[in-house]
């Protein structure tokens, strides 16, 4: 099986060498745990070596992220302008917007390898503003010359759905996909938001900030990695000049 390294140093060795080809992997965890930069170093990581890589934001502006990106030397700036590492910004006053079209021009424009959307709870809160195409459900050639091809568009307005859809029309893109998510605090159980996209990813991270002693420290495990004997341990996540390190599981785990 083809894998995607992440490039993370420590974290690739925890699922078997790198994410399975194609996979839509979901990182959930409450507010700053270090799901954007995260991602964001999946993303540097590929565009350095020739696998282009799409963020999609409804989180924050372009230029914040170069900043954010900068503290860890990574130049998205210039990587952004050689179409390596696009940037997505999706303005949130905007109606009716076909957002999965977009992503997908943008995907094939760029060649784009490796996919990251942040964040899911974003686009599920802003359900009123997006059109999402539901001809995967159609999905039958016979059915769809009958409805002349048309893109059908969903118009509920079930959260859960819509990102649902979301979920299943990114993996139809070929690309290897993070997406993130938030997860409610103080609700150990609660694993998303959405309490969908943990059952349609195909890998779940969580990413935590844990109280030790008078410190939070931020840890992370793997929940779920299809096809893929992962790690069960909980790691350290050290984020350091060059960005993000997993750490190894202390023996204090076992
Ligand atoms: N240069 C840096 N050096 C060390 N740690 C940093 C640096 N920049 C950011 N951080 C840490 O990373 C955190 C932000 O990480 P990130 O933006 O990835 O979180 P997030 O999980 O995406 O949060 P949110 O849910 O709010 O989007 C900061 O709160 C800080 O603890
Ligand atoms: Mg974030």
Known sequence: ME????????????????????????????????????????????????????LV??????????????????DLESLHKQDKLSILEVPMDKVEMDLFSMIEDEVQRIDAKRLVFDNLMNFAINIDQFKVPVSFIIGNPEVASVMGNEKMYYTGKSEKRITYLLINELSRLNTTNIMITSAPEGEEAQLTSDQVSEFAADGVIVMYNQLVGARHAKTMTILKMRKTNNSPYIHDVELGKDGVIIRPAQAVYE
Not at 46 to 51: D, F, N
Request: hydrophobic share 35%; with cysteine; net charge neutral.
């Open 3 to 54: 894998r995607v390294k992440t490039g993370i140093p420590g974290f690739d060795d925890l699922i078997e060498g790198g994410i399975p080809k194609g996979f839509n992997v979901l990182i959930t965890g409450t507010p700053g745990t270090g799901k954007t930069i995260f991602a964001l170093q999946y993303l540097y990581s590929g565009a350095m070596k020739g696998e282009n890589g799409l």
């Open 57 to 74: 934001t409804l989180d924050s502006k372009r230029q914040e992220l170069i900043e954010q990106a900068q503290c860890f030397g990574w």
